[in-house]
């Protein structure tokens, strides 16, 4: 048969195999074999990533609760606080009010002892002075001078006569 | 073959060189062949009896071995060289081939197991068919051959005449097609000897435990089918590629036809009517075979080599 369609070639059988043993080795070495590590290396790069986000919005959704729980015993403890220091607030206010008051009738009361006791002194103070004052004027009037005896006398009565005055 | 137009041109030159005597089926012929190995591009001394003689196909394969490797490499390289993994420009349908042959032929046929290592063969094996098609209906040796023609106007046996014989498509060869169906016998051979040991792989070609009058029927048939089919392999591809182009051609050479007996105003009235629309029709539907002759091979390859991993009867 010398149709070229069916004329066998082994030269070109053998050239075939050659050239597509060497793209083979070259295509697998420098680009199929790094490129589909590359994929999978980018694929689970990807799947990672994905997993990260996930966890992450769980770790979010799991702070998020936590800041709303600590929120809501944040407020329920400062409400138990407001109360609370509204009842002491009231209750120191009482008691001060208490000790006010108690502070100022003792004050009251000191205030008046005090009154008393200088009322005495001052009684006791115009007293002398009157029985100095009665007794140069009684001298003046006798114009002289009694004696010792009859001074000591008089004024034990005069005395009897003021004690007299005063007990009525 | 992409423009109807450069191959009635060069038709036309042929028709011219034999004058009156236009013969469509040598034209034809001479067009989807193989150039002649007599008169090679390159001469090499044989070698065992085997002349290594580079003609137009081996000059085919080399082209289109060499594009590949430098626009895949270069792609690849480019890809890898990123601090970040973004797939740019072609990367992307690259990357799209290169996760459709592992996820979709690879990995259903071999097994997880074996995905990796089977994978860069099917991805090699599916590029280069393609692009052998695909470069048979891109017109580069037309054009060629039309610039030599009006331009460069070189002697008879130049370098670049010698370009012009022969047809372009080295996957329509069957030599070489049978060559890429032995890569795939091959690879069967190693995938089962891989997965279950040299001999056992053998014993696996027949189903154990049946009566021994049914492997004298059993072993015979086995062996016939594990040589049908890179048998089939071969055929299959072969003769898809030559046939559309032949189709082509025939529906082209209805031009010289018609002129011859009717003269020449309704030679180009048919090329105009019906050769070159249709011709350009069937183009189109070549760019599909060429698609899916380059994936059918792969596919087989890939069942083929994943029966060998996983025997079943």
Not at chain 1, 124 to 142: F, G, P
Not at chain 2, 9 to 16: K, T, V
Not at chain 2, 252 to 260: D, Y
């Amino acid at each position: 048969m010398d149709n070229p369609l069916v004329q066998p070639d082994p030269g070109l059988f053998i050239w075939t195999i050659v050239t597509f043993l060497v793209l083979l080795t070259l295509l697998a070495k420098f680009a199929w074999k790094p490129l589909l590590e590359a994929l999978e290396t980018r694929q689970q790069g990807i799947r990672q990533a994905l997993d990260d986000a996930q966890a992450a919005k769980q770790e979010l959704q799991r702070l998020e609760q936590e800041a709303a729980q600590m929120m809501r015993k944040a407020r329920a403890e400062a409400e138990v606080l407001i109360t609370q220091s509204r009842a002491d607030a009231d209750r120191l206010r009482e008691e001060i009010r208490q000790k006010a008051k108690a502070d100022a009738e003792g004050i009251m009361r000191n205030a008046e002892r005090q009154i008393q006791l200088e009322t005495g002194r001052a009684l006791q103070q115009i007293r002398s002075e009157a029985v100095d004052l009665s007794v140069m004027i009684a001298s003046k009037i006798i114009q002289r001078n009694i004696t010792k005896e009859d001074n000591e006398r008089l004024i034990a009565d005069a005395l009897k006569q003021v004690e007299g005055t005063r007990a009525n | 073959m992409m423009l109807g137009q450069e191959h009635a041109q060069e038709l036309g030159e042929h028709a011219a060189g034999v004058a009156e005597k236009f013969n469509a089926g040598e034209t034809i012929i001479h067009h989807v062949s193989n150039s002649p190995i007599s008169e090679p591009l390159i001469h090499l001394p044989k070698l065992a009896g085997i002349d290594f003689s580079v003609t137009k196909h081996v000059l085919m394969l080399w082209l289109v071995a060499a594009f590949v490797l430098v626009v895949v490499i270069t792609t690849v390289r480019r890809y890898l060289k990123q601090d970040k993994p973004i797939p740019t420009g072609f990367m992307n349908p690259l990357e799209a081939l290169v996760e459709f042959i592992r996820d979709s032929i690879a990995l259903p046929n071999v097994g997880k197991k074996w995905v990796n290592t089977w994978t860069p063969l099917l991805l090699t094996l599916f590029v280069f068919i393609f692009c052998a098609n695909a470069v048979g209906l891109v017109p580069i040796f037309d054009v060629l051959g039309l610039v030599d023609h009006f331009v460069l106007h070189t002697g008879d046996h130049s370098f670049i005449k010698q370009l012009l014989h022969g047809g372009t498509t080295a996957t329509a060869n069957y030599n070489v097609t049978a060559a890429l169906a032995m890569i795939t016998f091959s690879a069967i051979i190693v995938a089962g000897s891989r997965a279950h040991g040299v001999v056992q792989h053998w014993i696996n070609l027949v189903p154990h435990g049946l009566a021994w009058p049914i492997y004298i029927l059993l072993i015979p048939i086995e062996l016939m089918g594990m040589l049908v089919r890179p048998f089939a392999l071969t055929m299959r591809l072969a003769a898809n590629m030559t046939g559309g182009h032949i189709a082509i051609l025939a529906i082209l050479s209805f031009v010289f036809l018609f002129a011859k007996m009717f003269g020449h105003a309704v030679g180009v009235g048919v090329g105009v009517a019906a050769s070159v629309p249709l011709a350009t029709a069937i183009s189109a539907l070549e760019i599909i075979v060429v698609l899916v002759q380059a994936y059918v091979f792969t596919l087989l390859s890939a069942v083929f080599i994943g029966m060998a991993i996983h025997v079943h009867h």
